[in-house]
C-alpha cells in the first residue's frame, strides 16, 4: 500500500513578497451616510428645468460613467419619468458662482443642479462643450462635470489637491478643468475615487481589481486533502488581511487571480515552479489535483499585481510525503492511496 | 485688466490646476497650524456666523468689500486672512458641507484674475505671516495653503493638519483652528487660496488677492 501524507509544515516558512504598489494618491475623500449596496438610484428630471436633450444625454451618460466604472457596490444610477430625486437646469442655485451644486440624503434621494449655457459668471458666460458641434476652448464637458456631481451622489468629496499625484487619479477636483487640459473629459471614475468607492460599499465581487490607490496586505493559505485514486488536491485561500484599516475591506475574498505553485525536494532550499492553482469559486478559493510520485514541500504565491492596490503573500509550506506503506512520522495527518 | 469670455474662464482656470498638485506635492510645507481647537465642528452642526470686517480698525490690512456669494444654508463657515492686521473675509469658493445629515457640495470654478475680485490683504512687509482661520474659531482637520506666480504656476505656501478617514478604524484628526504661512513674494497682488478639509468629513477652499510690497 501506498501511503501519502499531507501535512502543514506551519513553521517551516513564512515568506512576505513585498512588491509595493507605487501609490501616492490617496483615496478621495468622502463622507456622511452612504447608500445601501447596488442600491437602484433613480432621478428625474426637475420639472419646469428639465435640461435640453444635449444635456440631459450627457447627464445620462455620466450616470453610465458611475454605474461602469465604480468596480464596487456603489448606487446603480439611472433615469426615470418618476422618481424621487431629481436633476435641474437652472441658475437658481444657492450659491452664486457655482456650475455644478449637488445635495443628498442618502439613502433616500437626491438633487442637483446644474447651470444653463450661456449664464452670466464672472469668469464669462458659462460653456458646456456638449452645447456645440466643435466644441471651444475652455468648455466644460458636462459628461464629466455630471460624473463629479455623481460622484458627490456616491458620497465622495473634493481631495486636496497636494494628495494627488496625477490629475485623472480622481474626477472629484475642487476646480474642474475645461478643454483641452489633460482630465477636462475623463467620463469614468479616477483610481482613488474608486479605492473610495470599494471602501465605502466593498468591491463589486471578488473578482474586481482592488484599486492601485490603495495598497492592502493580503492572506495566503494552503491546505491539503486527498482525492481518489491516489490524487492530492491542494487548496489556496486569498484574502485581504483581517486587520486592515477598512473594515469594509479586511479579510474580504480575492478570487480570478493569479496563484503560482512551487514545490520543493525534502531538504533542499531551492523552489522551482510546478504551475498555477485554479480559481474555484467567489470565496477566494484555488485549487490544483495531482498525483505525486515523490515527496515535496508545497507553497503557492501570490505575487503583487501591477493592476491592483494588493500587496503579495506566501503561504506556510504544506508537506505531502510520498510512501510505500511505511509511517511517515511527523504526527500529521495521514492519508492513504490504495 | 478683466478678461472676458469663455477663454477667460477656461485658461486661467487650467493653469491654474494642471500646476497645482506638482507645486503643492514638492512643498516643504513650512506653515504652521494652532490647535486643538477651542471648539471643534461636531457633525450636524450649523455653520458659524459671518464675521464683519466692515468695522475693523485702521491697519496695514485692508478688506475690500466682498459680494456675499453664498447663500447656501449648507455652505462651510467663511474664512478669514490676515497680515497683521484686521482679519479679511475670503471668497469661498468649492465646498462639501454636511449639516443633519444633509450634504450639498457645490462646485465652482478656480480662483483666478479673471474670476470675481477676490478681497484684498495687503500687507505691510514682505515677510508678514498670513494667519488663516475659520469664523468663530471653528476647527479644520487639516490645510494647504498656495498662490499662483507670474507663470501661472501654483505655488505651495504652507500646509499641515492631520488627514481624517471616517471609513479607518481609529481614525482621527487633531483639529487646528489657525494656520500660518509665509505670503508669495513681492507682487502687487497675487492670488492666495487655502483648502480645508474639516475634522467631520467636508471641504472648503478660499481664496483672496495679497499685495506684498
Keep these: 500500500m501506498r501511503r501519502v501524507v499531507a501535512a502543514l509544515a506551519g513553521s517551516l516558512l513564512i515568506l512576505a513578497l513585498s512588491s509595493a504598489q507605487a501609490s501616492a494618491s490617496a483615496p478621495t475623500p468622502a463622507g456622511g451616510q452612504v447608500w445601501n449596496q447596488n442600491q437602484r438610484v433613480t432621478y428625474r428630471w426637475h420639472e419646469g428645468d428639465e435640461p435640453p436633450s444635449w444635456m440631459r444625454a450627457a447627464i445620462n451618460a455620466a450616470a453610465s460613467d458611475s454605474n461602469e466604472s465604480r468596480s464596487a457596490k456603489a448606487a446603480l444610477l439611472s433615469h426615470a419619468s418618476s422618481a424621487a430625486s431629481w436633476i435641474g437646469y437652472t441658475g437658481a442655485m444657492p450659491t452664486t458662482w457655482a456650475i455644478g451644486y449637488t445635495v443628498r440624503n442618502a439613502p433616500t434621494s437626491f ?201 503579495g503573500d506566501t503561504s506556510l509550506v504544506v508537506r505531502v510525503s510520498v510512501s510505500n506503506g511505511s509511517d511517515c512520522g511527523y504526527g500529521q495527518t495521514k492519508m492513504y492511496i490504495c | 485688466m478683466k478678461r472676458t469670455g469663455l477663454a477667460a474662464l477656461a485658461i486661467p482656470t487650467s493653469v491654474l490646476m494642471a500646476t497645482l498638485w506638482l507645486a503643492i506635492a514638492c512643498s516643504s510645507s513650512p506653515g504652521t497650524s494652532t490647535g486643538p ?78 474670476g470675481p475680485d477676490l478681497p484684498v490683504v495687503t500687507l505691510s512687509s514682505a515677510d508678514t505671516q498670513l494667519q488663516f482661520s475659520l469664523a468663530d474659531g471653528y476647527a479644520f482637520a487639516s490645510w494647504t495653503a498656495s498662490y499662483v506666480d507670474d507663470n501661472g504656476n501654483v505655488v505651495a505656501l504652507g500646509g499641515g493638519g492631520s488627514s481624517f478617514d471616517p471609513d479607518a478604524v481609529h481614525s482621527s484628526a487633531a483639529p487646528v483652528t489657525s494656520a500660518s504661512f509665509g505670503p508669495p513674494t513681492a507682487h502687487d497682488q497675487s492670488i492666495v487660496q487655502v483648502f480645508v478639509r474639516f475634522t467631520d468629513g467636508g471641504d472648503a477652499s478660499y481664496g483672496w488677492n495679497v499685495a506684498v510690497p
Aim: hydrophobic share 35%; proline share 8%.
Design chain 1, 111 to 311: 438633487t442637483m443642479r446644474l447651470r444653463p449655457q450661456g449664464y452670466p459668471l464672472d469668469w464669462g458666460n458659462l460653456r458646456w462643450c456638449q452645447a456645440y458641434e466643435t466644441p471651444p476652448a475652455g468648455c466644460y464637458d458636462a459628461e464629466m462635470i455630471a460624473l463629479h456631481e455623481f460622484g458627490h451622489v456616491q458620497t465622495l468629496d473634493h481631495p486636496n489637491d497636494a494628495d494627488v499625484t496625477d490629475w485623472t487619479d480622481t474626477v472629484m477636483h475642487w476646480a474642474p478643468k475645461t478643454k483641452p487640459k489633460a482630465g477636462w473629459n475623463q467620463h469614468t471614475f479616477g483610481r482613488c475615487d474608486v479605492a473610495r468607492l470599494q471602501i465605502r460599499y466593498t468591491p463589486l465581487s471578488s473578482s474586481t481589481r482592488i484599486s492601485t490607490c490603495l495598497d492592502l496586505n493580503t492572506d495566503l493559505s494552503l491546505s491539503s486533502s486527498m482525492a481518489s485514486g491516489g490524487a492530492v488536491v491542494l487548496t489556496a485561500r486569498l484574502k485581504i488581511v483581517d486587520g486592515t484599516i477598512w473594515p469594509n475591506l479586511a479579510s474580504a475574498p480575492l478570487s480570478s487571480r493569479t496563484i503560482n505553485l512551487q514545490r520543493r525536494a525534502i531538504g533542499s532550499a531551492t523552489w522551482q515552479s510546478f504551475g498555477q492553482l485554479t480559481s474555484l469559486d467567489e470565496n477566494g478559493r484555488y485549487t490544483k489535483t495531482f498525483s505525486p510520485t515523490d515527496s515535496y514541500d508545497y507553497r503557492v504565491i501570490f505575487n503583487s499585481p501591477a493592476n491592483e492596490g494588493l500587496e
Design chain 2, 37 to 114: 481647537a477651542q471648539h471643534s465642528g461636531a457633525p450636524g452642526q450649523s455653520p458659524s456666523p459671518v464675521i464683519d470686517v466692515t468695522g475693523a480698525p485702521s491697519t496695514t490690512t485692508v478688506g475690500t468689500p466682498v459680494p456675499m456669494e453664498s447663500k447656501d444654508p449648507n455652505a462651510p463657515p467663511v474664512a478669514t486672512l490676515s497680515g497683521g492686521g484686521a482679519a479679511v473675509q475670503g471668497m469661498t469658493g468649492s465646498y462639501c458641507w454636511t449639516v443633519a445629515g444633509t450634504s450639498a457640495c457645490a462646485d465652482l470654478p478656480a480662483f483666478t484674475d479673471s
